[in-house]
């Protein structure tokens, strides 16, 4: 039997898999209102009253965020998310914009003296508003409190604007209507809290991002269950890093999966 030759011509084959590369999430978020300018009246021979008058603040004024709810928190997440900003940085209250020109007050009062802002997020609240003319409100209005002679008070104001976000607070004031024989007086001032009472803290969020190179996670072509088209996959291994404190040489510990998750459509 004649032998015959067989050519044999081999090409590299290219195949183009269209997977996600980026992807990018943003809201357009305006700036929160700026904390409201008060001014505390008393009155002739009153012992019992105290009234506060409350306006727009003007300005800018960069801070960090003080907030006393879950929605507040969901709120300033947001506004970093849409400005692409860190945990850290601080953000600008403004009130120079219709959006962002106060229309309500709050007001949160404590009958102890507070260790932190903190402590007024279950002090007793008021919201004050001025309406006028048709679903319309000034940005400013007075709150009238009823009080105890010779009892000191702590109070913080807030200002609202047209969407309910809420501003920074106030300084801490601490309040008292003196009666002493007869004669009635005020002394106003403004409360400081004592630095060993702060208990300063930060958050992680955005500054710690841990992901996979584009060459762990590729469809591998030979079977498209897999990904990953590097020797070694990272799927199903757990990865341990590590933090010190270059302060404190306190060590923290992480350990991190890479899990797969089969979506159909």
Not at 38 to 61: A, H, M, P, W
Not at 163 to 191: C, D, H, K, M
Not at 250 to 257: I, L, S, W, Y
Request: proline share 6%; no cysteine; charged share 30%.
């Amino acid at each position: 039997m004649a032998e015959k030759k067989i050519l044999v011509k081999a090409t590299n084959y290219l195949k183009i898999v269209k997977i996600p590369f980026y992807e990018d999430s943003g809201a357009v978020v305006d700036n929160p209102p700026n904390f409201p300018d008060t001014e505390f009246v008393t009155y002739k021979g009153k012992k019992d009253k105290i009234n506060v008058l409350l306006r727009s603040g003007q300005g800018t004024t960069e801070a960090t965020p003080i907030v006393f709810s879950d929605s507040e928190v969901e709120f300033y997440e947001l506004f970093r998310e849409s400005r692409k900003m860190n945990d850290f940085e601080k953000i600008d209250f403004i009130s120079d914009d219709f959006a962002n020109i106060p229309t309500r007050f709050e007001i949160r009062r404590l009958a102890t003296p507070p260790s932190s802002y903190q402590d007024f997020k279950n002090a007793r609240v008021s919201l004050v508003e001025t309406p006028y003319g048709k679903d319309s409100f000034a940005s400013s209005s007075s709150f009238l409190d009823n009080v105890e002679p010779n009892k000191k008070y702590y109070y913080i104001f807030r200002s609202v604007d047209r969407r309910g976000v809420f501003s920074n607070p106030t300084a801490i004031f601490q309040i008292e209507i003196v009666e002493n024989s007869g004669a009635v007086y005020p002394l106003i001032e403004v409360y400081e809290i004592k630095e060993g009472d702060k208990t300063p803290s930060k958050t992680l969020k955005r500054l710690f991002n841990i992901v996979p190179r584009l060459k762990q996670v590729l469809p591998d072509y030979s079977d498209a269950l897999n990904l990953g088209t590097e020797n070694i996959s990272i799927f199903g291994k757990t990865f341990k890093l590590r933090m010190t404190s270059k302060t404190t040489g306190k060590v923290v510990d992480f350990n991190v999966e890479f899990t797969k998750e089969e979506v159909s459509k």
